[in-house]
């Protein structure tokens, strides 16, 4: 019986496909090619939107010094207002550079035996890269947060004054005058008090879940003097508390 030639599936359907579903996957072919077009239309309209979006003055709005706010329309403001907002957006406010260094200072200069470590190291993530790694070598060092554990003493400051004496584009020169008040942690017993002039310069950076504020710390000078109280003195047989510096 003579053999017959093995012939194989026609599994990719090349030769003899019904003409119906050449005729469908052309269509379907056809659709997907509309379909990305489609696609890349609306993503170039994203991209439109979004940089129309961004090229949009910002808005004006007046705060008064009770708080109260009053939209400005942008045809009243004018062109050079406008411009100017616009160059400051980033730009931290007077009031952002209080409220940045009085929080600073807080944690650098009234460390106590019991917040000593979260108030330093809530400062050291205030300051730029380079200080802040002297800073905590410093510390770690001289063993400041354990004489101050060891102590066995709360610090607690009262500002006098915080004036900005100089400004950048990008940097701020602040002073601060402060009076810091020492006493014993137990049962309150007065201390010491001294009167601290700080001068802080701080560097603008872009803002962040870091550096809300757009401001780092780059350098702290200090120098403390003695007050008069009235209180009662330091017995003088008594150890006095180690130092933030």
Request: glycine share 4%; hydrophobic share 45%; with cysteine.
């Amino acid at each position: 019986m003579p053999s017959r030639p093995l012939r194989l599936p026609n599994v990719a359907g090349t030769r003899h496909s019904p003409p119906a579903i050449w005729a469908a996957m052309a269509r379907q072919g056809q659709w997907k090619s509309w379909a990305l077009v489609l696609a890349f239309a609306l993503c170039a309209l994203e991209a439109l939107v979004a940089l129309r979006l961004a090229e949009r003055p910002p808005d004006v709005v007046l705060v008064a010094p009770d708080g109260q706010s009053s939209y400005l329309n942008q045809s009243l403001a004018g062109e050079a207002l406008v411009r100017f907002l616009a160059e400051q957006r980033q730009r931290p406010s007077d009031v952002t550079v209080f409220h940045f260094t009085r929080d600073f200072i807080s944690h650098f200069f009234a460390l106590d035996s019991a917040h000593a470590d979260a108030s330093l190291a809530e400062a050291l993530t205030m300051m730029a890269p380079g200080f802040r790694a002297r800073v905590a070598r410093e510390a770690e060092e001289s063993k400041l947060l354990e004489g101050i554990r060891a102590s066995h003493t709360r610090a607690e400051v009262a500002f006098e004054a915080v004036d900005i004496l100089e400004r950048t584009e990008g940097a701020f020169h602040v002073r601060a005058v402060l009076l810091r008040r020492t006493e014993r942690l137990g049962d309150g017993v007065f201390l010491s008090a001294e009167r601290l002039h700080v001068d802080l310069y701080a560097s603008v950076v872009p803002r962040s879940p870091a550096h809300p504020d757009g401001l780092v710390v780059g350098q702290v000078t200090s120098r403390a003097e003695p007050v008069e109280t009235g209180e009662a003195p330091t017995p003088p047989t008594q150890e006095r508390p180690a130092r933030a510096r």
